[in-house]
Nanobody
């Protein structure tokens, strides 16, 4: 059974940093690309970053590029998101998942809440 457990969120002031973690189980983690997503209140879930198998290439949405860094540890079946220079508009629930063909989606975890505010 596929499962994702996200952690590391919290309340941080603008300009601060957080490091999110996601541990996956139930599938051969090293074989899969992995994504970080976020969903802000009243908005649709959006892609934040992606990392390929092996971890040697990453891709970021424009709002994350230069501030966020995604990494993976296949030995721990984990992905991470280092977020620096956080802004109030980064406030959202953050999720990890793997990009899958339509109809073969993995279930979502509970996510981890990130709040950027004074």
């Amino acid at each position: 059974q596929v499962r994702f457990v996200e952690s590391g969120g919290g309340l941080v002031q603008p300009g601060g940093s957080l490091r999110l973690s996601c541990v996956a189980s139930g599938f051969e983690f090293s074989y899969y690309m992995m994504d970080w997503y976020r969903q802000a209140p009243g908005k649709e879930r959006e892609l934040v970053a992606r990392i390929v198998q092996g971890g040697d290439r990453t891709w970021y949405e424009n709002f994350a590029r230069g501030r966020f860094t995604m990494s993976r540890d296949d030995a721990k079946s984990a992905v991470y998101l280092q977020m620096n220079s956080l802004k109030p508009e980064d406030t959202a629930v953050y999720y990890c998942n793997s990009p899958r063909p339509s109809g073969q989606d993995f279930p979502w975890g509970q996510g981890t809440q990130v709040t950027v505010d004074f």
